[in-house]
């Protein structure tokens, strides 16, 4: 959301500036326009002058029309990284939703680890870790709680991969922007 938000803010800036300068050149094109009315009334006189004013507009229409270009091409590339944020907090999302389900399942393991010994030794305080290794459901709990561990671990990893490429994908847009 807040790179989103970074993006409009982003955005809304470069539209401001785009539209300020596109303000002061239609107001030169307006003013130079008058002139070029009062210099077509003047005459001859004034025929010289009225050609370097046309050159003139003409030059500053094509500097609104390349402002306008430049303000289209801004404004798509901020709404191209604003769907790539969004795109990238997704996946954080999902992955996110992922590691708490992955979580809620080594702890449901642990537990029922936990009361398979405890019943198996008949309420023994005896803590988990003393049991022999030959027990095979011993083993076996110990490698589920291992696979969902590595299961845990992968998602972190995933989801930091993410959150760096989001990083990276800020960094070069304020560097851009």
Known sequence: ??????????RSEQSMQAAFRTEAISS??????????LLQDQGAKFEAFGQQEASA??????EVAEAEKE???EVADAEAFARQCAELEVASA?????????ESELYAMQRRKLRTVSVQR????TPPGSRPAED???SRMALELQAAEMKVAEGRRREQMLRDKLQEVRVTRRSNG
């Open 28 to 37: 030169e094109i307006a003013e130079l326009r008058s002139r070029s009315a």
């Open 57 to 62: 507009l003409s030059s500053i229409l094509q």
């Open 71 to 73: 303000e289209a091409a």
């Open 136 to 138: 095979p459901q011993h």
């Open 122 to 125: 008949g309420g023994s305080t």
């Open 1 to 10: 959301a807040e790179a989103v938000e970074e993006a409009m803010h982003a």
């Open 94 to 102: 999902r992955l996110e939703g992922q590691l708490a389900a992955r």
